[in-house]
């Protein structure tokens, strides 16, 4: 893969962490002082409306890497970051339909089990992505083995 296919996927995939997670911080760690205000900080309807719009970049790169890297490597016997992409792939469906249902819902009992998931889901994928990209990174300097015995 080129450096800009995993420049973008990186650029993508952090917006929306740090879209999501400021947005989680205001929505659930901040309280107004105004207590007729809709919403505990000023800045949080724009962080809702950013982390929505980058989400859908995301999304398309996670196709693009799904072809294009984790096929690849899979097929070619690569070992390192197999667990981690793997774990990737199984939390990439429900994080991505959870937060689309989440715009979706209307009772309030769906908008709960889908804030959850989402929540839970996104918080592995943050973990396991970085885990990943540590192992891919330790795997490329560690020297190559000697093939003469």
């Given at each position: 893969?080129?450096?800009?296919?995993?420049?973008?996927?990186?650029?993508?995939?952090?917006?929306?962490?740090?879209?999501?997670?400021?947005?989680?911080?205001?929505?659930?760690?901040t309280t107004s002082t105004d207590e007729f205000a809709?919403?505990?900080?000023?800045?949080?309807?724009?962080?809702l409306h950013m982390h929505v719009l980058f989400g859908?970049?995301?999304?398309?790169?996670?196709?693009?890497?799904?072809?294009?890297?984790?096929?690849?490597?899979?097929?070619?016997?690569?070992?390192?970051?197999?667990?981690?992409?793997?774990?990737?792939?199984?939390?990439?469906?429900?994080?991505?339909?959870?937060?689309?249902?989440?715009?979706?819902?209307?009772?309030?009992?769906?908008?709960?089990?889908?804030?959850?998931?989402?929540?839970?889901?996104?918080?592995?994928?943050?973990?396991?992505?970085?885990?990943?990209?540590?192992?891919?990174?330790?795997?490329?300097?560690?020297?190559?083995?000697?093939?003469?015995?």
């Amino acid at each position: 893969m080129s450096r800009w296919e995993y420049r973008l996927f990186h650029l993508s995939n952090g917006l929306v962490t740090i879209t999501g997670f400021v947005y989680a911080w205001m929505l659930y760690c901040t309280t107004s002082t105004d207590e007729f205000a809709l919403v505990n900080h000023p800045w949080q309807p724009h962080l809702l409306h950013m982390h929505v719009l980058f989400g859908p970049l995301l999304v398309l790169m996670l196709g693009h890497f799904s072809i294009r890297h984790a096929q690849t490597l899979w097929k070619s016997g690569v070992g390192e970051g197999r667990k981690t992409g793997l774990g990737l792939a199984l939390l990439s469906l429900p994080m991505v339909m959870s937060g689309y249902l989440l715009q979706i819902s209307v009772q309030d009992s769906w908008r709960i089990a889908w804030v959850a998931i989402h929540l839970l889901t996104s918080g592995g994928w943050f973990i396991a992505c970085l885990a990943h990209v540590v192992i891919h990174l330790l795997a490329r300097r560690m020297p190559a083995p000697s093939g003469s015995t």
